[in-house]
């Protein structure tokens, strides 16, 4: 069978590095190019032919449902598991195994809910099929592979090793990583064992190639960023918007400026770089806003200069403030004339007066 009917999607991870983005939003709802980051991901799978899609839940697990239902308006059919404990990712999969409806010998395909990538999923199966895999991952190439784990594979593709991250230069033996899509073979999500932690990276895939199986790698090094860090979360959603990650969820063209339907910019006010400004936000006269992000409700006064930054739901940025990559959380207030910079988070709920800042960072 050379296409897959069937995905897990691990959306449970609390999304810590990402504070305050994730105070009130588990990671995979935080909006990315004016829908939540998650539908990018569904509606990608779909266009692959995923018809089926369980949704391994933890953080925050009952926002998920009333949003997305039963999938029907993305077409697909969704189904939510919540972890009671966190169970890692090797677990979040075993834990979700009664839903799937494959049989042992077909595949399915397994989705990390932070990366944002334009791998080719069809191109993924079919390799898998082609090979007879029993585990088929995507990987990328990336220039530093120091934070990543790596795995090198043979002139056929085939998997012989996962490195934890390497610490000398002679350690860094590849520069494939592991990206964080898989396609199993049905039969082998059942070998991973059950009611406990397990870590699909540390323990699950060492496992199986030390037992004999075949895990096939494909390196596909289109377009991959991880969500991780906010900086990351506002590259990526700009990305989308500029259409340089590519989703067929982006609600409009893609272009330098994603505007939602009930915002308000003022005439003159200049907005850059695949900037969104989400539902009901207001931005004032004369404001500079490149790459970033304003969420709902929030409001941006006149003068103000955000750049690579994001702008929490109903927060608002004072006149003349200049925010350079900075994450300001929801329902925050920074009075006018301040000067935020450099990976400064001020928190959901926070006030800064007028003038109070000239300039801070978290380094």
Same mark, same amino acid.
């Given at each position: 069978m050379? &296409?897959?009917? &069937?995905a897990?999607?691990?959306?449970g991870?609390?999304?810590?590095?990402?504070r305050?983005?994730?105070?009130?939003?588990?990671?995979?709802?935080v909006?990315?190019?004016?829908v939540?980051?998650?539908?990018?991901? @569904?509606? +990608?799978a779909?266009?692959a032919?995923?018809?089926? /899609?369980?949704?391994?839940?933890?953080y925050l697990a009952?926002?998920?449902?009333?949003?997305?239902?039963?999938?029907?308006? @993305?077409?697909?059919?969704?189904?939510y598991?919540?972890e009671?404990e966190p169970?890692? *990712?090797?677990?979040?999969?075993?834990?979700?195994?009664?839903?799937?409806?494959?049989?042992?010998?077909?595949?399915? /395909?397994?989705?990390?809910?932070?990366? @944002?990538?334009?791998?080719?999923?069809?191109?993924?199966?079919?390799?898998?099929?082609?090979?007879?895999a029993?585990?088929?991952?995507?990987?990328?190439?990336?220039e530093?592979?120091?934070?990543?784990?790596l795995?090198? *594979?043979?002139?056929?593709?085939?998997?012989?090793?996962?490195?934890e991250?390497?610490?000398?230069?002679?350690?860094?033996?590849?520069?494939?990583?592991?990206?964080?899509?898989?396609?199993?073979?049905?039969?082998?999500?059942?070998?991973?064992?059950?009611? +406990?932690?397990?870590?699909?990276?540390r323990?699950t895939?060492?496992?199986?190639?030390? $037992?004999?199986?075949?895990l096939?790698?494909?390196?596909d090094?289109?377009? #991959?960023?991880?969500?991780g860090?906010?900086?990351?979360f506002?590259?990526?959603s700009a990305?989308?918007?500029?259409?340089?990650?590519?989703?067929?969820?982006?609600?409009?063209?893609?272009?330098?400026?994603?505007v939602?339907?009930?915002?308000?910019v003022?005439?003159?006010?200049? @907005?850059?770089?695949?900037t969104?400004?989400g539902e009901?936000?207001?931005?004032?006269?004369g404001?500079?806003?490149?790459?970033?992000?304003?969420?709902?409700?929030?409001?941006?006064?006149?003068?103000?200069?955000?750049?690579?930054?994001?702008?929490?739901?109903?927060?608002r /940025?004072? $006149?003349?403030?200049?925010? *350079?990559?900075?994450? /300001?959380?929801?329902?925050?207030?920074?009075?006018?004339?301040?000067?935020?910079?450099?990976?400064i988070r001020? #928190?959901?709920?926070? $006030?800064?007066?007028d003038?109070?800042? +000239?300039?801070?960072s978290?380094?």
């Amino acid at each position: 069978m050379t &296409e897959a009917r &069937e995905a897990i999607l691990l959306v449970g991870g609390k999304g810590t590095r990402l504070r305050p983005l994730t105070v009130h939003t588990p990671k995979p709802m935080v909006p990315a190019a004016g829908v939540p980051f998650l539908t990018h991901q @569904l509606a +990608r799978a779909r266009a692959a032919g995923v018809e089926h /899609i369980v949704l391994a839940t933890s953080y925050l697990a009952e926002v998920f449902e009333p949003y997305f239902g039963d999938g029907s308006s @993305l077409g697909l059919s969704i189904e939510y598991v919540t972890e009671r404990e966190p169970l890692g *990712t090797g677990g979040a999969i075993r834990n979700v195994a009664s839903r799937l409806a494959s049989a042992p010998d077909e595949p399915v /395909i397994v989705f990390n809910g932070d990366i @944002l990538t334009g791998l080719d999923i069809r191109a993924l199966v079919a390799a898998h099929a082609t090979s007879g895999a029993d585990v088929s991952l995507h990987l990328t190439r990336v220039e530093d592979p120091r934070a990543f784990g790596l795995v090198p *594979t043979d002139a056929t593709g085939r998997v012989t090793a996962f490195l934890e991250k390497p610490q000398t230069p002679e350690e860094i033996v590849t520069d494939q990583i592991n990206a964080g899509a898989y396609v199993f073979r049905r039969s082998v999500i059942d070998t991973i064992p059950a009611g +406990r932690p397990v870590s699909v990276e540390r323990e699950t895939f060492p496992g199986l190639l030390e $037992s004999g199986a075949h895990l096939q790698g494909m390196v596909d090094s289109t377009y #991959w960023l991880d969500l991780g860090t906010p900086q990351a979360f506002v590259r990526g959603s700009a990305d989308l918007v500029l259409g340089r990650a590519p989703s067929p969820a982006v609600p409009g063209r893609c272009g330098d400026r994603l505007v939602l339907p009930t915002a308000s910019v003022a005439a003159d006010a200049k @907005l850059t770089g695949g900037t969104v400004v989400g539902e009901g936000a207001l931005i004032g006269e004369g404001a500079r806003i490149t790459g970033s992000t304003v969420l709902a409700g929030a409001v941006v006064e006149p003068g103000a200069v955000i750049t690579d930054s994001l702008v929490g739901a109903g927060a608002r /940025i004072g $006149s003349r403030t200049v925010l *350079t990559g900075a994450v /300001i959380g929801d329902g925050a207030h920074v009075g006018a004339d301040n000067e935020l910079r450099d990976g400064i988070r001020i #928190w959901c709920g926070a $006030s800064l007066p007028d003038a109070s800042v +000239r300039f801070s960072s978290d380094q």
